[in-house]
């Protein structure tokens, strides 16, 4: 069979995936930052639609390259909050050839969960699927298939435009951020209990695979060393702690931590904390396998 593609268009970072089937043939991720001042203003900024655009046209030149013709692309948070999201989806399709869907905080999460527990035991199970994106974060639980998803309004970019105004942050800022957090964990839990029983965290997207990098000290981003590893949550309090303190140019002296994601990725792992802390998680296991494979398979016959 042809390979097949898919493209997820995120709040900090946009991403394609080619899969043949049997195993994935490309991943790319740019940090196209399309969610850019949209809790502010409730438009996508100009340059934001420039940078995702342009980000849009290299993956179409990528998936013509492996002769891909059944492609499904998603746009999740930004997409949901932006007015003018319409302009923005006729220029998408006239670039990538196929119309973005306009993906729920449900839908996003159930297409999470497929993607991260498909290569996992279901005698681990069950999961809680956490998607910590640059908008919103997914919980997502279940075990052969996803019983619930809870959808917050909180991101790493969301989080960081709103309450993090210094660099480095201030105390009161990091308060902030991990108040908010603990407010959207407390919801999940007074409306599904079941999250703190959950016998594996999954932790999805850049904020939980950089904590890992910048864990394991990766000069450079190797996907076989992060996906499954076991993030300890003593590791993610040193790291946030570490991070927190620091000014952006202080921060990229960390091996793992890449120059794009330095502005905000201290209001990521405020989210990441506060989960493990509040749910009572002691490790948290790091999936390169999310959102993206979900749409892929959804593709595949079978």
């Known amino acids: 069979m042809r390979p097949v593609g898919a493209v997820d268009i995120g709040t900090n970072s946009t991403r394609v995936l080619v899969h043949d089937g049997t195993r994935p043939l490309e991943r790319l991720m740019t940090i196209t930052r ?13 340059a934001a639609v420039e940078r995702t655009l342009d980000c849009l046209a290299a993956y179409r030149r990528v998936l013509d390259r492996y002769g891909v ?23 998408a399709e006239a670039t990538l050839g196929v119309r973005p869907e306009l993906l729920s905080g449900d839908e996003e999460g159930r297409l999470s969960f497929v993607g991260a527990t498909a290569e996992l035991d279901p005698a681990d199970g069950p999961f809680l699927v956490v998607d ?33 105004h210094h660099d480095p942050p201030l105390p009161e800022e990091l308060v902030a951020c991990l108040s908010i957090a ?5 919801e999940v839990l007074r409306r599904h209990p079941a999250v703190a029983g959950a016998r594996t ?13 910048v864990e394991l000290g990766l000069a450079r981003y190797d996907r076989d060393a992060i996906h ?36 905000v990725i201290v209001g990521g792992l405020s989210i990441l904390v506060k989960i493990m802390r509040h749910l009572g998680y002691e490790s948290c296991l790091v999936s390169e396998a ?7 398979r959804s593709l595949l016959p079978g």
């Open 182 to 186: 603990e407010a959207h964990v407390d």
């Open 69 to 91: 013709e059944r492609v499904r692309a998603s746009a999740t948070s930004a997409a949901r909050d932006a007015a003018d999201r319409d302009e923005f989806f006729d220029a």
């Open 290 to 296: 999310d959102i993206l494979d979900g749409l892929a």
């Open 201 to 213: 965290f999954v932790g999805l997207a850049g904020t939980v695979t950089t904590a890992a990098a």
């Open 132 to 164: 910590i994106g640059g908008g919103s974060t997914e919980f997502a639980y279940g075990t052969d298939t996803c019983e619930f998803v809870h959808s917050a309004d909180m991101g790493c970019v969301r989080l960081t435009e709103a309450h993090i």
């Open 34 to 46: 399309l969610g850019e001042g949209v809790d502010r203003t409730g438009r996508l900024a100009p």
């Open 228 to 263: 499954h590893f076991r993030l300890t949550k003593e590791a993610v309090e040193d790291v946030f702690r570490t991070l927190a303190t620091e000014s952006r140019a202080e921060r990229l002296g960390n091996p793992g931590l890449e120059e794009a994601r330095a502005d």
